[in-house]
């Protein structure tokens, strides 16, 4: 079932690598069982999965691996965007947080 349909994200917004399909869509897979939250500032972007639906892709801000989950509504895109507009985003930070070095 297609809830959201690609084109309403913005191409600045979409993502081609979406990483490995995350079931606990909230919290990090790769560094299960620590918890870490991904809340809505790890959201790197959204793209469709092999199915064709759509997806919302983070990065994991301790280990930095890509996963994916499926967005259910609209709202997962527009707090996304939200967060963007506010500068929130984990993405727009000018470091790696874990290196201290500048981003590429
Ligand atoms: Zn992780």
């Given at each position: 079932m297609k809830d959201v349909d690609i084109s309403i994200i913005d191409p600045d917004d979409?993502?081609?690598?979406?990483g490995e399909y995350n079931a606990s869509v909230m919290f990090c897979p790769f560094c299960y069982p620590e918890y870490i939250d991904f809340g809505g500032r790890t959201t790197i972007g959204f793209g469709t999965d092999i199915y064709g639906n759509t997806v919302q892709v983070h990065e994991c801000p301790v280990c930095f691996q890509k996963s994916h989950h499926h967005i259910g509504d609209i709202h997962s895109y527009e707090i996304y965007k939200n967060f963007k507009s506010l500068g929130l985003?984990?993405?727009?930070?000018?470091?790696?947080?874990?290196?201290k070095e500048p981003k590429q």
């Amino acid at each position: 079932m297609k809830d959201v349909d690609i084109s309403i994200i913005d191409p600045d917004d979409r993502v081609l690598d979406i990483g490995e399909y995350n079931a606990s869509v909230m919290f990090c897979p790769f560094c299960y069982p620590e918890y870490i939250d991904f809340g809505g500032r790890t959201t790197i972007g959204f793209g469709t999965d092999i199915y064709g639906n759509t997806v919302q892709v983070h990065e994991c801000p301790v280990c930095f691996q890509k996963s994916h989950h499926h967005i259910g509504d609209i709202h997962s895109y527009e707090i996304y965007k939200n967060f963007k507009s506010l500068g929130l985003l984990k993405s727009q930070q000018l470091t790696n947080p874990k290196t201290k070095e500048p981003k590429q």
